[in-house]
Structure formats: structure tokens, C-alpha cells
T-cell receptor, first 118, second 115 residues
Framework: GAGVSQSPRYKVTKRGQDVALRCDPI?????LYWYRQALGQGPEFLTY????????KSGLPNDRFSAERPEGSISTLTIQRTEQRDSAMYRC????????????????FGDGTRLSIL | KQEVTQIPAALSVPEGENLVLNCSFT??????LQWFRQDPGKGLTSLLL?????REQTSGRLNASLDKSSGRSTLYIAASQPGDSATYLC??????????????FGKGITLSVRP
């Protein structure tokens, strides 16, 4: 497809389970970003990659959250031992070029994965 | 820490009205500012991106301005239409961890344009 693809669209799981959220960026996009968006809030930065290298993970809330992008394309955000407070919309975005201090290509967002922890 | 504020949280206007959406940020040392549109159940669509050296950007009926010194940006929508109904978010690109940068979003303004 032409856009950023995220799967699953919806995920409902019990507290304590591990979940893996997938993001397939636009072909050829170098940078990939993960955000978390609570209801009525704007997206909050979690982490991002340039190619396969994780550049910034300062937004990950704790060590239960991890992300990888082993081949520089598809990325997986994993949440271990989920808690109810992890319930949110998880959004992925990609952009054509590196993110640096002064150059920013527009970020293209997927439709998100809505995660509900029971 | 950068904070981005959008007030009011919701706005309802009749069709055809020109309107202004406001965004303010606390740290004027931004690299650029972006406006996004969010439709229910959909992703975010980038509308306009203003580099820190620019004052405004235009695309069709949309015009965004940036005043770094006062920490403000506005999105102007001309001749609003029902199809403009959505949530509009602004986001400031700021210094992140190390040499990286990251987007800080406001909570958004939910716009409803009545036919």
C-alpha cells in the first residue's frame, strides 16, 4: 500500500499479557516513529529509528516497553506484562529523511492500533 | 520541557465562516511547527509545516503563521466547509535526546462546521 500500515487495528488483552504492535512504513522511508495517544490528548513521543538504529528512546515510559526495527523497514513495539494504564492508541509514523535538529520532513502517520487492557 | 497548548478544545461554526485556530508553545527554540488534521478512526494528516526561519505557509484555503518570539502559531481556515470538521493539532519540533529532535503535540482543537 501507499501509506503507513499498522496492525492489528484493535487489540484487547488481559492485564499481564505481552503484546506486539506492528508498523510497516512507507517504502523507502528512512525514519520511523512511535507515539502513544490517550483519549482527548495529542500524541506523545515514544521512540524513533533511522534505518535499523534506535536513535532516541527517551519517551518510552518504563522498561516494559521496547521497540525494534531489525532490517530497517518493519518495526515492532512490544509491551511486556501489560497494565490497564497502557490502554491507548499507539501510532506509528515514517518520514523520508533523517530527522535532525534543523531538517524535518513531514511525518506520515498510520491509522494506529487501539490497545485495550482489561 | 516544551509544552504546547491549544485553546479552546472545541469550536463550532456555521459553514462559510473564516476562522482562526490558535497554538502556543513555551520554548521558543523550536526548529519548526506543523499543523495536522485528525479524523476519527484515522491517522494524522500533515497540513502545513513552517520552518523556524519562516513566518507563514499557505495551502489552498489554509494559512499558518508562526511568531517564535511570542510562542504562537495560528491556522487560518477560509470559507469553512462541513468537510473541514476534524481535530486540528499543532506540533513543535524541538531538541530531543542528544542530537536528535522530536515533535511535541498540543491536545488539539475539535472543529465542527455546521451546514
Amino acid at each position: 500500500g501507499a501509506g503507513v500500515s499498522q496492525s492489528p487495528r484493535y487489540k484487547v488483552t488481559k492485564r499481564g499479557q505481552d503484546v506486539a504492535l506492528r508498523c510497516d512504513p512507507i517504502s523507502g522511508h528512512v525514519s520511523l516513529y512511535w507515539y502513544r495517544q490517550a483519549l482527548g490528548q495529542g500524541p506523545e513521543f515514544l521512540t524513533y529509528f533511522n534505518y535499523e538504529a534506535q536513535q532516541d528512546k527517551s519517551g518510552l515510559p518504563n522498561d516494559r516497553f521496547s521497540a525494534e526495527r531489525p532490517e530497517g523497514s518493519i518495526s515492532t513495539l512490544t509491551i511486556q506484562r501489560t497494565e490497564q494504564r497502557d490502554s491507548a492508541m499507539y501510532r506509528c509514523a515514517s518520514s523520508l529523511a533523517f530527522s535532525s535538529r534543523r531538517i524535518n520532513q513531514p511525518q506520515h502517520f498510520g491509522d494506529g492500533t487501539r490497545l485495550s487492557i482489561l | 520541557k516544551q509544552e504546547v497548548t491549544q485553546i479552546p478544545a472545541a469550536l463550532s461554526v456555521p459553514e462559510g465562516e473564516n476562522l482562526v485556530l490558535n497554538c502556543s508553545f513555551t520554548d521558543s527554540a523550536i526548529y519548526n511547527l506543523q499543523w495536522f488534521r485528525q479524523d476519527p478512526g484515522k491517522g494524522l494528516t500533515s497540513l502545513l509545516l513552517i520552518q523556524s526561519s519562516q513566518r507563514e505557509q499557505t495551502s489552498g484555503r489554509l494559512n499558518a503563521s508562526l511568531d517564535k518570539s511570542s510562542g504562537r502559531s495560528t491556522l487560518y481556515i477560509a470559507a469553512s466547509q462541513p468537510g473541514d470538521s476534524a481535530t486540528y493539532l499543532c506540533a513543535a519540533l524541538c531538541r530531543g535526546s542528544g542530537a536528535n529532535s522530536k515533535l511535541t503535540f498540543g491536545k488539539g482543537i475539535t472543529l465542527s462546521v455546521r451546514p
